[in-house]
């Protein structure tokens, strides 16, 4: 599944049980919190075998928000993609 159709049905699934938040600082807020849970499965010594789990959770929240914001996830990764490659190192030795 492409991230643009992840992210739509994501949204249409948060939509129908009427969980969709008022702001975008709100869903950025749960994003943050998804963000705390992965870094609590990473507390031993190797990630737990929820931390893949946590790391979706976080893709979710960024997709759904993204399409909520009429945002296309998916050209917007491959224009960054681009950027980062044409700015090379930056100066750091590889
Ligand atoms: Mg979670």
Do not use: Y
Request: glycine letters at 8%.
């Amino acid at each position: 599944m492409q991230i643009n159709e992840i992210a739509e049905k994501q949204f249409d699934w948060v939509e129908r049980m009427g969980w969709h938040n008022k702001t975008v600082l709100e869903a950025l807020a749960l994003v943050a919190s998804e963000v705390g849970e992965a870094v609590n499965e990473c507390r031993g010594e190797a990630p737990t075998q929820e931390f893949g789990t946590e790391l979706a959770d976080i893709i979710l929240r960024v997709a759904d928000l993204a399409h909520w914001q009429g945002i296309d996830l998916s050209a917007m990764i491959a224009a960054k993609m681009e950027l980062n490659e044409a700015r090379g190192t930056r100066g750091r030795r590889i």
